[in-house]
Nanobody, 119 residues
Framework: QVQLVESGGGLVQTGGSLGLSCAPS????????MGWYRQAPGKEREFVAG????????YYADSVKGRFTISREYDKNTVYLQMDSLEPEDTAVYYC????????????WGQGTQVTVSS
């Protein structure tokens, strides 16, 4: 069983920035595509961003394009989500997602971390 350990998140004002990170357990990082989803109160979980195993391709939801950046560092076994120009609509629980497949969402989930953007 793969465990995804998330960190980051918190409270920020509109227009501010936050960073999230996620590290999978074990020696699986290089074999997994990685991504982030989010779920706001009363809404379904939605895709935010994804990155392929080799880091060559990234994908973003239209709502975050140009504001969020997903990246991965192989020597640190970690994937990051840099969130800039945050808006109250970005308030949600953010989940790390990882797996060996190619269809989103992938197999494994993190426990979630809260991001709150105040107006």
């Amino acid at each position: 069983q793969v465990q995804l350990v998330e960190s980051g998140g918190g409270l920020v004002q509109t227009g501010g920035s936050l960073g999230l990170s996620c590290a999978p357990s074990g020696r699986t990082f290089t074999t997994y595509a990685m991504g982030w989803y989010r779920q706001a109160p009363g809404k379904e979980r939605e895709f935010v961003a994804g990155i392929t195993r080799n880091g060559a391709n990234t994908y973003y939801a239209d709502s975050v394009k140009g504001r969020f950046t997903i990246s991965r560092e192989y020597d640190k076994n970690t994937v990051y989500l840099q969130m800039d120009s945050l808006e109250p609509e970005d308030t949600a629980v953010y989940y790390c997602n990882a797996g060996a497949g190619s269809d989103w969402p992938l197999e494994y989930w993190g426990q979630g971390t809260q991001v709150t953007v105040s107006s």
